[in-house]
């Protein structure tokens, strides 16, 4: 069973940044696509970014230009660089992984496997 633990999430000045991480305890093949998505209160879960086991990724347009997704494949570890935070930014974030690379890979349907998520905050 493929589990996922994110970390980084905290509380952060307009401006600023974060990086946030998920650790996946799975192989590299059980989860060649994983994604980062966010949830605001009262609002969709939706899609930030993802990227697959060669390296390859998608952004979403919700933080295009202020984010870096990232794997460390030797740790199985996802990362968000997420930059110049602004307060419509403060979510939960959650890392989601599937074993499959799909062309629409930023739908929050093709990921089966959720992590807890990570609350960030971002104060102005």
């Known amino acids: 069973e493929v589990q996922l633990v994110e970390s980084g999430g905290g509380s952060v000045e307009s401006g600023g940044s974060l990086r946030l991480s998920c650790s996946a305890a799975?192989?590299?093949?059980?989860?060649?696509?994983m994604g980062w998505f966010r949830q605001a209160p009262g609002k969709m879960r939706e899609a930030v970014a993802a990227?697959?086991?060669?390296?390859?990724?998608k952004l979403a347009d919700s933080m295009r230009g202020r984010v870096t997704i990232s794997r460390d494949y030797a740790k199985n570890t996802l990362y968000l660089q997420m930059n110049s935070l602004k307060p419509e930014d403060t979510a939960m974030y959650y890392c989601?992984?599937?074993?499959?690379?799909?062309?629409?890979?930023?739908?929050?349907?093709?990921?089966?496997?959720w992590g807890q998520g990570t609350q960030v905050t971002v104060t102005s």
């Open positions: 989601a992984a599937d074993r499959k690379w799909r062309k629409n890979t930023l739908l929050e349907v093709n990921y089966p496997v």
């Open positions: 799975a192989s590299v093949d059980e989860t060649r696509a």
């Open positions: 990227i697959n086991a060669d390296g390859t990724s």
